[in-house]
């Protein structure tokens, strides 16, 4: 019943063995480290925890924490604020340079598309010459109402004689 590959399987070793995890990749705690430095050694308390030892020592057991950090943890958001020169929301639009909701090479894709079929949008997405995209019906839709809806000083292509009906 099918078993006389399987037992060749078994034979040769490849079923049934289970693995050896590498247990001696890591070093056991030691309770008593050895510590190399003479000082140390001498002031070393194995009763107390390796930070309490140090702290007696007068060094950190962590020195890449703050302690003053450590200590007030509230107010510290806003030292990190005070940090940077955010602007004010309306001197942020006065500095920016103006920003067209519509790329100008998706206002000529859309303009072809209209000045050849209107605003027949399944026509439009039926043609892969002039869908050489290939956007789908609703994505077409969606550029050209957001094309129809450009204000003059935002388009930069002339509206198609087609739609020009459309436009708000």
Known sequence: MG???RTKKRRSG???RTKLKNRFNFKRFD???KIKDKIIRENWDPSKSPSANLASMGLQA???INPAAK???TGTTKGVIELYDIPESDELGSKSKR???MFSID???IA???DKYGDDYNRMFMDIKTNNMQYSESQLKKMGSRFLLLGKDQREIDVPEGVKHLVP
């Open 3 to 5: 078993g006389k590959a």
């Open 14 to 16: 490849r079923i049934g």
């Open 31 to 33: 309770p008593n480290p």
């Open 62 to 64: 962590e020195p890449n």
């Open 71 to 73: 200590n007030n943890r």
């Open 99 to 101: 920003q067209f909701p």
């Open 107 to 109: 206002q000529r894709y």
């Open 112 to 114: 072809r598309c209209f």
